[in-house]
T-cell receptor
C-alpha cells in the first residue's frame, strides 16, 4: 500500500495562475480532507469529502475548489493563486467506521505564490 | 476560545529528562483523542490514541481527563529523536456524517544533548 500520496511535492506559482493538487489514497477510505498549514500554526481544514461525488467546505474554503470524481482521488484547485495561499498543503484520508480510527496524511505539497 | 488549545512551547529539555504536555478541548461531546507527532517539513503521523483509562507505549504515556476536558502526553527518558512538534487532535461529532477533527497548533519539543 502506498497510503496517501500527493502530487506535486513542490510548486512555485505567480499571482493569478491556476493549478490543481492531486491526492490519491489506496486504502479504500470514504473520507478525504485537504488542509493547509502555515508556519507556527495548526492544520486548518479547507474542504473535505465524505464520499465519491460529494464535497463540503471546511474552515478556510475561500479561493479553493475541490472535486472527488473517484473515491481514491481528491483534487484541490486554485483558480487564481494569491500570495496568501503560500502554504504547505496536506491531504488526509479517514475510514468510514471512524470509531477509534484516525487520519492518514500524505507527505504534503509546498506551494509558493509570488 | 480555540476548540483545542496547546502550549506552543518550545520546550527545551536535556536528554533523559521527563517532559509533559497538556491539551485542553472545549467540546464536551468530543469522542476520540489522539497525539500526533510532526517532524520539520513532514506530515503529521499518529503517535498514539488516548483512551479514557490512559495508555502507555514504551516511554510515552497518554491520559484523558473528561471532567476537566484535557489530555496529556508524558515522555520519559527523552531522546534526541523525540525532538518534534506534538499535535493534540480531538474528534467530535459534526460535519454531517463525518467526524469533526480538530488539530491543536502543536507544542514544539527540542531535546538537547
Amino acid at each position: 500500500n502506498a497510503g496517501v500520496t500527493q502530487t506535486p511535492k513542490f510548486r512555485v506559482l505567480k499571482t493569478g495562475q491556476s493549478m490543481t493538487l492531486l491526492c490519491a489514497q489506496d486504502m479504500n477510505h470514504e473520507y478525504m480532507y485537504w488542509y493547509r498549514q502555515d508556519p507556527g500554526m495548526g492544520l486548518r481544514l479547507i474542504h473535505y469529502s465524505v464520499g465519491e461525488g460529494t464535497t463540503a467546505k471546511g474552515e478556510v474554503p475561500d479561493g479553493y475548489n475541490v472535486s472527488r470524481l473517484k473515491k481514491q482521488n481528491f483534487l484541490l484547485g486554485l483558480e487564481s493563486a494569491a500570495p496568501s495561499q503560500t502554504s504547505v498543503y496536506f491531504c488526509a484520508s479517514f475510514p468510514r467506521t471512524g470509531k477509534g480510527e484516525t487520519q492518514y496524511f500524505g507527505p504534503g505539497t509546498r506551494l509558493l505564490v509570488l | 476560545r480555540k476548540e483545542v488549545e496547546q502550549d506552543p512551547g518550545p520546550f527545551n529539555v536535556p536528554e533523559g529528562a521527563t517532559v509533559a504536555f497538556n491539551c485542553t478541548y472545549s467540546n464536551s461531546a468530543s469522542q476520540s483523542f489522539f497525539w500526533y507527532r510532526q517532524d520539520c517539513r513532514k506530515e503529521p503521523k499518529l503517535l498514539m490514541s488516548v483512551y479514557s483509562s490512559g495508555n502507555e507505549d514504551g516511554r510515552f504515556t497518554a491520559q484523558l481527563n473528561r471532567a476537566s476536558q484535557y489530555i496529556s502526553l508524558l515522555i520519559r527518558d527523552s531522546k534526541l529523536s523525540d525532538s518534534a512538534t506534538y499535535l493534540c487532535v480531538v474528534s467530535s461529532p459534526g460535519y454531517s456524517s463525518a467526524s469533526k477533527i480538530i488539530f491543536g497548533s502543536g507544542t514544539r519539543l527540542s531535546i538537547r544533548p
